[in-house]
């Protein structure tokens, strides 16, 4: 019995040793580097130089990070709700036994499947060229000039994240309502509770874990966003609507500040780490009271 668990956690070390290595090699040891480095003067070519805290103290006065940090927050509320309505309502329509259920699924879930890159030159092509003839067909000035603004570029991440973003969500949402006993409905239904009764007294508090996950999910994509917002608007115009990844791979790559877009990253990754903790120790909360 003895050797037999010897050779299990033996097993157990062999398999997980891949996963342990590459998290480590990964993440790990560049987060402890990026941290040093935020503490330098490294520009990428030359040797760095240890300056304290001095990244820290600009980047409080920095406008830029500032403004893209604002703009990266509002978006993430707006496309959260807008993404987890979608998800849930999707999953509530096709968990409902119509023909065709399956296909559907696969229709509202292929989305995802596509690059952020390539849906936000997609995208772009269907703001401006296909809104633009749109509005000239039917009259509507409002329909022309898309992602030429701010309010237009907000709102264009924010249709084209939450088209992408929608199916994947439904998936997770779908297996918790399959998982709700039929039993539990039918007899809320004799007890003569309508659907809107159903829906807030027993589905929703058995798709809680689901609305745990799908907001950590959906909170960590919104605020990291860059592939999406680089191919669509570019941050145009003049940089209004750049999110706080783009902020900071520009300060990277395109200023050759290595160790200051190090400092935002590292604020950043404070930042949505707080807020996502936050959010699932509330949702696990109360998901018991439920």
């Not at 809104?131 to 709102?155: C, H, N, Q, Y």
């Amino acid at each position: 019995m003895g050797k037999k668990l010897k050779q299990n956690g033996l097993f157990f070390w062999l398999f997980i040793a891949p996963v342990v290595v590459a998290l480590f090699m990964v993440v790990i040891i560049p987060l402890f580097y990026g941290i040093y480095y935020s503490f330098t003067t490294w520009d990428g070519i030359n040797p760095a130089e240890f300056n304290g805290i001095e990244n820290y103290i600009k980047l409080m006065g920095d406008e830029g990070f500032r403004n893209a940090l604002i703009f990266t927050t509002k978006f993430a509320v707006v496309s959260i709700i807008l993404i987890n309505v979608l998800g849930l309502g999707l999953a509530l329509l096709v968990t409902q036994k119509l023909k065709g259920s399956n296909v559907l699924r696969t229709i509202f879930f292929m989305p995802n499947l596509i690059g952020g890159l390539i849906l936000g030159f997609i995208w772009q092509f269907i703001f401006i060229s296909g809104f633009d003839a749109l509005g000239s067909a039917i009259g509507v000035e409002a329909l022309k000039g898309w992602l030429s603004t701010t309010r237009t570029g907000f709102w264009g991440l924010v249709i084209l994240t939450a088209w992408q973003m929608s199916g994947y969500i439904m998936i997770i949402y779908i297996a918790h309502l399959e998982s709700i006993p039929e039993d539990l409905i039918e007899a809320a239904q004799i007890d003569g509770a309508n659907i809107v009764q159903r829906f807030r007294h027993i589905i929703f508090p058995l798709v809680a874990p689901a609305f745990t996950v799908s907001m950590f999910l959906t909170l960590s994509n919104s605020f990291k966003l860059y592939d999406q917002n680089l191919s669509l608007t570019g941050g145009a115009p003049f940089n209004s609507t750049q999110m706080v990844a783009m902020n900071i791979y520009n300060t990277a790559f395109l200023e050759n500040k290595m160790a200051y877009a190090q400092s935002k990253a590292v604020v950043f990754f404070i930042i949505v780490a707080v807020i996502s903790l936050t959010q699932v120790y509330y949702n696990k909360k109360r998901e018991v009271e439920m």
